[in-house]
């Protein structure tokens, strides 16, 4: 039982280069949410995925897109980086429909944007 | 809009003390409120979890309480380890929403 897992834990970009990150959970869940970290500021929600098949904005979704591959799989896109984006970002995952929506987070993808 | 914030921001204490941390929320109706421990470089991990029902919930050295008309969490621990430094953040889940997480406080714990 691993968790939620991310990959990359490192990446580094041009301003301009997309890439994509990945996030799986074995635990069933059925939301999973996609947060940035910041210095100072918190966590901050991009993007979540109430279930399979649905996603909705977060907080700061701007340069980003998303897509629910299945129950398991949540990808975070970044089209066209920019520098504004380089943060950690985590993927967590809860169940929703049993209280009490605990999260459970994955270890973070660190992203530079030069 | 749920705003969380928490105080202090940083705070160092030498070993054995107890301690407490803040975090208070704007937004009363909320469902419920989580803390989270987060080691330097290192992803979150959930300590306790209180529903809005609950006022408090412990976990060995940890107790955390919930005031909703307050708009205040406390999370206390107690016999404070250098092990127990990190960051600490709490979270606030508000119904059909998601959660809204405070900047943090940063612990050292002196040996």
């Known amino acids: 039982n691993a968790g939620v897992t991310q990959t990359p834990k490192f990446q580094v970009l041009k301003t301009g280069q997309s890439m994509t990150l990945q996030c799986a959970q074995d635990?069933?869940?059925?939301?999973m949410y996609w947060y940035r970290q910041d210095p100072g500021m918190g966590l901050r929600l991009i993007y979540y995925s109430a279930s399979e098949g649905t996603t909705d904005k977060g907080e700061v979704p701007n340069g980003y897109n998303v897509s629910r591959l299945n129950k398991r799989e949540f990808s975070l896109r970044l089209e066209s980086a920019a520098p504004s984006q380089t943060s950690v970002y985590f993927c967590?995952?809860?169940?929703?429909?049993?209280?009490?929506?605990?999260?459970?987070f994955g270890p973070g993808t660190r992203l530079t944007v030069t | 809009k749920q705003e969380v914030t928490q105080i202090p921001a940083a705070l160092s204490v030498p070993e054995g003390e107890n301690l407490v941390l803040n975090c208070s929320f704007t937004d009363s109706a909320i469902y419920n409120l989580q803390w989270f421990r987060q080691d330097p470089g290192k992803g979150l991990t959930s300590l306790l979890l209180?529903?809005?029902?609950?006022r408090e919930q412990t976990s060995g050295r940890l107790n955390a309480s919930l005031d909703k008309s307050s708009g205040r969490s406390t999370l206390y621990i107690a016999a404070s380890q250098p092990g127990d430094s990190a960051t600490y953040l709490c979270a606030a889940d508000n119904y059909g929403q998601n959660f809204v997480f405070g900047p943090g406080t940063r612990l050292s714990v002196l040996p």
């Open positions: 967590a995952s809860s169940e929703r429909k049993l209280s009490p929506y605990e999260q459970y």
């Open positions: 635990m069933n869940h059925n939301s």
């Open positions: 209180i529903q809005s029902s609950q």
